[in-house]
T-cell receptor, first 117, second 113 residues
Framework: AQTVTQSQPEMSVQEAETVTLSCTYD???????LFWYKQPPSRQMILVIR??????QNATENRFSVNFQKAAKSFSLKISDSQLGDTAMYFC??????????????FGTGTRLQVTL | KAGVTQTPRYLIKTRGQQVTLSCSPI?????VSWYQQTPGQGLQFLFE?????QRNKGNFPGRFSGRQFSNSRSEMNVSTLELGDSALYLC????WGSGDEQFFGPGTRLTVL
């Protein structure tokens, strides 16, 4: 079974600054996906960024980038130029890569990020 | 394109009752997954349906069941409700399942009294 660990329950960052959220995972699989999801207060969960384990290049999406260290089983999220709208709960998640099979996400416990003025 | 919709958004039930929650996926999506979100246990996978077949199931008791219809809409049912079933129930849809981006609905907030 896979496990995902987020060791930072809460973080705070000032607007325009950079913040890094940590995530580690444990799996015996060699092919999988990793995700960061954002859940704003009272709003629905949306995908921030996705990383395929077989790709060595770190994924980036505008102000969001990841540092994927496969050997260390680490998958951190960096948010640059933080904005007030980034305030949310951030979940790291794992999914096995088996084409045509079930889409089961295993989530970490989340990091609550507060962006302040 | 319309997003994932879930009905009802809020439900209040009493112990021992049963409840049915509904999820309409994004048009064209054939995979629908259900998750339970609680402060204590976090986000936990319930089950996933693809083309009306359950492909995977999480570690929940048999009181939790689901089904999917030919139009990909899905329902989940919880029988003999317990206080611990109070949670936000989220559904997510995708085209094929594994590896696809999962699009989440707003959730159904179930309160069991």
């Amino acid at each position: 079974a896979q496990t995902v660990t987020q060791s930072q329950p809460e973080m705070s960052v000032q607007e325009a600054e950079t913040v890094t959220l940590s995530c580690t995972y444990d799996t015996s699989e060699s092919n999988y996906y990793l995700f960061w999801y954002k859940q704003p207060p009272s709003r629905q969960m949306i995908l921030v960024i996705r990383q395929e384990a077989y790709k060595q290049q770190n994924a980036t999406e505008n102000r969001f980038s990841v540092n994927f260290q496969k050997a260390a089983k680490s998958f951190s999220l960096k948010i640059s130029d933080s904005q007030l709208g980034d305030t949310a709960m951030y979940f790291c998640a794992f999914m096995n890569h088996n084409t045509g099979t079930a889409s089961k996400l295993t989530f970490g416990t989340g990091t609550r990020l507060q962006v302040t003025l | 394109k319309a997003g994932v919709t879930q009905t009802p958004r809020y439900l209040i039930k009493t112990r021992g009752q049963q409840v049915t929650l509904s999820c309409s996926p994004i048009s064209g999506h054939r995979s629908v997954s259900w998750y339970q979100q609680t402060p204590g246990q976090g986000l936990q996978f319930l089950f996933e349906y693809f083309s009306e077949t359950q492909r995977n199931k999480g570690n929940f008791p048999g009181r939790f069941s689901g089904r999917q219809f030919s139009n990909s809409r899905s329902e989940m049912n919880v029988s003999t409700l317990e206080l611990g079933d109070s949670a936000l129930y989220l559904c997510a849809s995708s085209f094929w399942g594994s590896g696809d981006e999962q699009f989440f609905g707003p959730g159904t907030r179930l309160t069991v009294l």
